[in-house]
């Protein structure tokens, strides 16, 4: 019962505690807003890192970040990350080098404020609209072709699963093999633990690894590769994850 109380305290002082800085990095981002791509994501990724180097050790989160020199000067890649709470977009998207996007629920752009960084930072879809989903692919391949790396989770939505990760949808993988744009693993260690599946309003602190992984070409490859594409994306993660998952 300790616990419980302490971890909602816990949780709304994090929660609290973002509000306010985000308020501090909101002037900047919005005026960047108005600046054409890639330059806006690239500052958004910039301020990011720079907002949660300071906002997670002040909660007793602090990142380790392990993997970052796979990103090679120029290239753009598809990343694909598992997906446990909803701490991980900020960190994936702070840590990932360079400007990077991430697939979102259209609905989410309508909080006021939080709007304007959720439109930068993402390429917005309406899952329930099929002309939105298809426009959602040609935004992220436009995205690609401006050199901003897009962030996908391949599960689809938080694993609430007690498994390493949930089974992949195709999404990132097609847009890997259409794009010829190599595919990079990557792993969230412990947001779980912070967040844990199940809890309404509650955190606890612990430190997160994010560890990126050796990228896979696509290069050759057509959609009847995707099968087995994603098998082996899901192994190497699975694997990886289970033998780290002490971290």
């Known amino acids: 019962m300790l616990k419980n109380i302490l971890g909602r305290i816990y949780a709304l002082y994090a929660l609290l505690l973002f509000a306010t ?9 919005w005026i960047a807003s108005f600046w054409p791509e890639p330059t806006p994501s690239a500052f958004f990724v910039g301020l990011g890192r720079w907002w949660m180097n300071i906002y997670l050790p002040l ?10 020199e796979y990103f090679a000067p120029g290239q ?39 709007s ?19 426009q959602s692919v040609v935004d992220m391949k436009h995205a690609l ?8 989770y391949p599960e689809g939505t938080r694993n609430r699963t007690p498994e ?26 412990n947001t779980r633990k912070i967040q844990p599946p199940g809890k309404t309003f509650f955190a606890w602190p612990h430190p997160i690894h994010f560890h990126i992984l050796p990228p896979i070409p696509t290069t050759g490859m057509t959609r009847e590769d995707l099968p087995a594409l994603k098998e082996k994306v899901f192994k190497i993660m699975w694997d990886y994850y289970t033998t780290n998952q002490e971290l």
Do not use: W
């Open 116 to 134: 304007v960084l959720y439109k930068i930072g993402s390429i917005l879809v309406d899952r329930s609209n099929e002309a939105s989903r298809k």
């Open 59 to 68: 909660i007793g989160c602090p990142a380790k970040l392990k993997g970052q």
């Open 145 to 152: 072709s401006l050199g901003i790396h897009m962030l996908l």
């Open 21 to 29: 800085t985000m308020l501090i990095v909101f002037i900047p981002i």
């Open 164 to 189: 390493p990760l949930k089974a992949f949808y195709d999404g990132a993988f097609a847009l890997a093999i259409d794009t010829q744009t190599p595919l990079m693993p990557s792993l969230l260690f």
């Open 76 to 114: 753009t890649y598809v990343i694909v990350c598992n997906h446990n709470a909803l701490m991980d977009i900020p960190i994936t998207t702070g840590y990932v080098p360079g400007a990077n996007k991430t697939l979102a629920k259209a609905s989410m752009a309508k909080i006021p404020l939080f």
